[in-house]
DNA sequence: CATAGCCGCCTTTTT
DNA sequence: GGCGGCTATG
């Protein structure tokens, strides 16, 4: 009945999972351990049991993780079960209950770029300083109070500081402006449900009746505001079931507190526990390899991997010369496999950062290895899209202001920037949105005759849109495109590629109307602004798959290729100063090890080109954790291999870059500079003798220099400078330095 | 008003 | 090294 939802092999502890009935239930499921389909046999054990389908709702992390569970319960049965990640849920419950949220249906969803945009707009109208407050940190530090659920209030009446109280105005500055625009960003999708969950009993109960059974994926990675919104969706009937993994919580920067399930028996005191450890995935040699890693974390439940695959798969480490030798290797690696047979799509190659996949293809493009680069967002940022986008957002929000100046400016069309800044006066005295004080450009005096009458004609091209846009989308995108001239502009300019990658989306947004059931505007906008990276990802394509180690998270590969096992890499440079950070990155590695079913092989490169420099770099510590001996061998072909041989134990940590004739520095510490003068260090790479100190002065200039050249000083320990401690007084503090 | 060229910025991971 | 934003110029 039910497409790959047998129950009969399982075992017993998945059985327990799947045929639970009522109340809470914890699943902490190990990596490979058959998570996904213990939830979709759990899914469908209930309907069985008489459950309607559309009383279950399953929260899954990606939309993709969505649709795989949806292809699972491919059975006509199963249909009405609402399946969504926590953002497309909350869109629903937003449209529907859009008045008591005080909030119109018809949103814009702001992504990174938008949000962006708009908050430089608030800093503006704040009128501070953009130095000492970058609108990329506010946002980043606004973000981080709507994941904690702070309202502008709550965060204003305990800000007491000049730092906090402008904080306070800038926060509530940027919620003004992006009502104004009747926008929403990620955060408010999850703040503004947790709020209405708390704050309308009635709409709580509800929800509560309409899904009688909730199911949360990947419940390690739940933030504040989306723990809150699945307690309050349970809170009624606490037939809550939620899965996941301690050991592979890897979103602690966007807010995920690994605590939600580790306290998940505190919040639910009937809970049942199931540990499901045995894993059906890894070969042993992989599975020893992962276990050894993890157990360098201090702060876990420890956890067993048992593997049930049997013994062998391997394991080997290589060391590169730079990012050019590592890719080329790769690539022969990748060959000889491809030469055997094996099916690409059975491979993937992981990194730390984006930007590491460029030396990658371009050795696999030499080679003509096929490959898919898994990064969705991608295609959507380019710019010609996100100008063909902007159009269609004012139409379906015309108080997205910010839609309307990128619309208005996707090519030349007589309408310039003091045209729009005007406009945009214009509508600030009169109260309205760009595209309503458009209409009546030629009443406003300060813009040029000629400007307003364009800004005329712009405002009423869009109302014929407006008015077209009833169904379909992929119709409309067609009438856009030719009539708002873009199409035209594009073909002048000779941006054929531009042009292809239009009708690429138009394509897509036709096989949106098509898998549709009442295809619209506004539901396909919202669609894509919750694309994610990995929903690109296409297990059948006949390719290999080169992604991020973060997008790699729930998929698995008989063969896996891990590259970049360098400091300041993987871990990373930002992650390296705490403790939780840097269990973070272990925890990141453990992901990527614990996707490969028969080999791994992982690789670090001595040199690698970073920000267009090339620097030496150290292998990894997680190396040394997983066995890497330190004894390079070299081979004929220069190429070195190590076999992990000798393994660390969590006690003994070698301190890698032990030996030093040159001097470190940490952060935080004084410097001073000949030329520069006083400052205080930020980040220090220890990269030997080449060395390389990142140094704020306080000219307010922050340098990075290289240490055998700089000649700095630590004040205090010099000859003829005062004390440290004066020293530190005459430094001045900058707020974010901490 | 549009464009070209230059300067200065950042550069982790993503819904 | 790559992009976005600003400025000077046509």
């Not at 969504?84 to 937003?94: N, Q």
């Not at 290895?369 to 967002?377: A, D």
């Not at 295609?379 to 010609?384: G, Q, V």
């Not at 360098?566 to 269990?583: A, C, T, V």
Request: hydrophobic letters at 40%; one cysteine or more.
């Amino acid at each position: 009945m039910y497409s790959d939802v047998s129950t009969e092999q399982l075992t017993d502890s998945q059985r327990q999972a799947v045929f639970h009935r009522d109340g809470p239930l914890l699943v902490l499921a190990g990596p490979g351990s058959g998570k996904t389909r213990v939830i979709s046999c759990r899914i469908a054990a209930l309907i069985e049991a008489g459950v309607r389908p559309d009383n279950i709702c399953a929260i899954t992390f990606t939309n993709k993780a969505a649709e795989e569970m949806r292809r699972r319960l491919a059975g006509r049965i199963s249909n009405g079960v609402h399946i969504s990640t926590f953002h497309s849920l909350c869109v629903r419950i937003l449209r529907r209950y859009a008045e008591a949220a005080g909030i119109r249906p018809n949103f814009s969803i702001y992504d990174t770029n938008e949000q962006t945009r708009c908050m430089k707009e608030t800093v503006r109208q704040c009128d501070v300083d953009t130095s000492n407050f970058p609108p990329a940190r506010m946002l980043e530090f606004v973000s981080n109070l709507k994941n904690d659920l702070e309202s502008v209030e709550q965060y204003r009446a305990r800000a007491d500081d000049y730092f906090g109280k402008t904080v306070a105005r800038i926060y509530a500055m940027y919620q003004q402006i992006m009502e104004q625009n009747n926008a929403m960003d990620f955060d408010d999708l999850l703040t503004r449900t947790a709020f209405l969950l708390r704050d309308r009993p009635d709409i709580r109960e509800e929800l509560s009746r309409r899904f009688g059974y909730l199911l949360v994926d990947e419940y390690q990675d739940t933030n504040h505001a989306q723990y809150q919104i699945a307690k309050g969706l349970a809170l009624a009937h606490g037939n809550i079931c939620v899965t996941g993994d301690p050991d592979q919580s890897i979103y602690r920067w966007r807010g995920a507190d690994i605590e939600n399930i580790l306290a998940f028996e505190k919040d639910w005191p009937n809970a049942q526990v199931i540990r499901l450890e045995e894993n059906f995935r890894s070969m042993s040699k992989i599975l020893e390899t992962a276990d050894r890693l993890i157990a360098f974390n201090a702060i876990r439940k420890h956890k067993m991997l048992i593997a049930t695959r049997g013994q062998g798969g391997r394991v080997d480490i290589f060391a590169r010369t730079d990012e050019r030798d590592e890719a080329c290797q790769l690539a022969e690696q990748l060959q000889q496999l491809l030469d055997e047979g094996v099916n690409p799509n059975r491979m993937a190659v992981f990194y730390r950062v984006n930007s590491m996949s460029r030396a990658v293809e371009e050795a696999f493009i030499r080679r003509h290895i096929p490959y898919q680069v898994v990064r969705g967002v991608e295609f959507y940022s380019r710019k010609e899209i996100q100008d063909m986008l902007s159009y269609l957002k004012l139409i379906a929000n015309p108080s997205d202001d910010i839609a309307f100046v990128r619309a208005t400016g996707t090519h030349s069309r007589g309408i310039g920037k003091s045209s729009v800044d005007r406009l945009i006066e214009y509508a600030k005295k009169s109260g309205q949105s760009l595209l309503a004080a458009a209409h009546s450009a030629g009443k406003e005096g300060s813009i040029r005759p000629a400007g307003a009458k364009r800004i005329e004609e712009f405002a009423k091209m869009i109302d014929g849109f407006a008015a077209l846009a009833g169904g379909e989308v992929s119709p409309l995108m067609d009438i856009v495109f030719a009539q708002s001239g873009l199409a035209d502009a594009l073909r002048a300019a000779g941006e054929q590629t531009a042009i292809e990658n239009i009708n690429e989306l138009i394509n897509a947004a036709a096989e949106f109307d098509g898998q549709t059931e009442n295809p619209n505007l506004l539901d396909y906008l919202q669609s894509i602004a919750l694309y994610s990276d990995s929903d690109a990802y296409d297990p059948d394509a006949g390719r290999v798959s080169l992604m991020t180690l973060h997008a790699a998270k729930g998929l698995e590969f008989d063969y896996v290729f891990i590259i970049g096992l360098e400091e300041g890499l993987l871990p990373h440079e930002r992650s390296r100063s705490s403790k939780d950070d840097l269990e973070e990155e272990r925890r990141l590695f453990f992901v990527g090890v614990t996707r490969a079913r028969e080999a791994l092989a992982v690789s670090y490169a001595r040199y690698r080109t970073l920000r267009g420099q090339f620097i030496r770099s150290t292998p990894s510590q997680f190396l040394y954790e997983i066995g890497y001996a330190g004894q390079e061998q070299e081979t004929a072909d220069a190429e070195k291999i190590f076999e992990p041989e000798q393994y660390l134990t969590p006690q003994a940590v070698p301190d890698i870059c032990g030996q030093s004739d040159y001097e470190r520095f940490s952060p935080r510490q004084l410097v001073e500079h000949s030329k520069f003068g006083l400052g205080r260090v930020k980040e220090f790479l220890d990269l030997g003798a080449d060395s390389v100190v990142v140094v704020q002065f306080n000219s307010g200039k922050t340098k990075s220099l290289m240490l055998k050249y700089a000649k700095l000083r630590r004040p205090g320990s010099g000859t003829n400078l005062s004390s440290g401690k004066e020293e530190a007084q005459r430094y001045v503090e900058d707020p974010f330095l901490l």
